[in-house]
């Protein structure tokens, strides 16, 4: 079985600071992440993945993550948030098993402050 | 590419009564997922259905079942609702043929209010 955990349930961050979301993950198999960005009423919206290949992986609107097998991270970073990045994050994790079973974590809810 | 739609977009039910909702993947998509997302549990996986059968379940009880007809439409059907089953009901459609993981790319989701 894999799970995932968020490290943060809320994280405040002024206008174009730097972030850090953290997700700590545990699988006995290989796995694949994902981070997913969900605005207020609607759906989720991928950022970015990594399935294998550079541990270091950048998605959209300037976000990126870096895999880290040996403490199970996969963190996701952005240099300078703006206040359209105010969003709820989700980490998700699958594996080969279960290629498109997701399990996702508890949510990160991101608030960039003016 | 349209993405993946689904249907209604709000619903407000009673107890006791039954929903069906509606989801249209991304054309060329043959797999749908369906998740449900409350306060409480977060986001749990449902099911997964590909080429009209069920793939994949996850632990929910019988009441909660879905369909796949043959152009990859899913519907989604809860009986007997209870309080609890108030959700945002995600869907996610993906190519479904690969052998290893791919990318799931969800729909805006339909709301559920059970009274």
């Known amino acids: 079985a894999q799970s995932v955990t968020q490290l943060d349930s809320q994280v405040p961050v002024f206008e174009e600071a730097p972030v850090e979301l953290r997700c700590n993950y545990s699988?006995?198999?290989?796995?694949?992440l994902f981070w997913y960005v969900q605005y207020p009423n609607q759906g989720l919206q991928l950022l970015l993945k990594y399935l294998s290949g550079s541990t270091l992986v950048k998605g959209i609107n300037g976000f990126e993550a870096e895999f880290n097998k040996s403490q199970t991270s996969f963190h996701l970073r952005k240099p300078s948030v703006h206040i359209s990045d105010t969003a709820e994050y989700f980490c998700?994790?699958?594996?080969?098993?279960?290629?498109?079973?997701?399990?996702f974590g508890s949510g990160t809810q991101l608030t960039v402050l003016p | 590419k349209a993405g993946v739609t689904q249907t209604p977009r709000y619903l407000i039910k009673t107890r006791g009564q039954q929903v069906t909702l509606s989801c249209s993947p991304i054309?060329?998509?043959?797999?749908v997922s369906w998740y449900q997302q409350t306060p409480g549990q977060g986001l749990q996986f449902l099911f997964e259905?590909?080429?009209?059968?069920?793939?994949n379940k996850g632990n929910f009880p019988g009441r909660f079942s879905g369909r796949q007809f043959s152009n990859s439409r899913s519907e989604m059907n809860v009986s007997t609702l209870e309080l609890g089953d108030s959700a945002l009901y995600l869907c996610a459609s993906s190519p479904g043929t690969g052998g290893g993981v791919e990318t799931q790319y969800f729909g805006p989701g339909t709301r559920l209010l059970v009274l």
């Open positions: 054309s060329g998509h043959r797999s």
């Open positions: 699988s006995s198999v290989s796995v694949y």
């Open positions: 998700a994790v699958s594996d080969s098993g279960s290629a498109r079973q997701l399990t």
């Open positions: 259905y590909f080429s009209e059968t069920q793939r």
